[in-house]
């Protein structure tokens, strides 16, 4: 069984930065393109970011030049780096495989004040 456990988020103000983790196990990491998603208050979940297994990224318009997806295959591990974050950027934050999820984690809070 796939297990996908994030961390790193917390109370920011706007402009701050934050580092998401993100470690999985139960798969091999190494050969899955991977994703980091969102879901604020009262929407549906987005795509933020995804890294193909070798590494080519792309970004939602919303985080592009404002985040950027890496990946340490040694680690079982994707991070999303986020800097200049704003109010809207509020949710919880999840990574999963790219595009077909697996079973979702309990994702992390990230929560930017003005």
């Known amino acids: 069984q796939v297990q996908l456990v994030e961390s790193g988020g917390g109370l920011v103000q706007a402009g701050g930065s934050l580092r998401l983790s993100c470690t999985v196990s139960?798969?091999?990491?190494?050969?899955?393109?991977m994703g980091w998603y969102r879901q604020a208050p009262g929407k549906q979940r987005e795509l933020v970011a995804h890294?193909?297994?070798?590494?080519?990224?792309n970004y939602a318009d919303s985080m592009k030049g404002r985040s950027t997806i890496f990946r340490d295959n040694a680690k079982n591990t994707v991070y999303l780096q986020m800097i200049s974050l704003k109010p809207e950027d509020t949710a919880i934050y999840y990574c999963?495989?790219?595009?077909?999820?697996?079973?979702w984690g309990q994702g992390t809070q990230v929560t930017v004040s003005s």
């Open positions: 890294i193909s297994s070798l590494g080519r990224t």
């Open positions: 139960g798969s091999i990491f190494s050969i899955d393109n």
């Open positions: 999963n495989r790219y595009p077909r999820n697996y079973d």
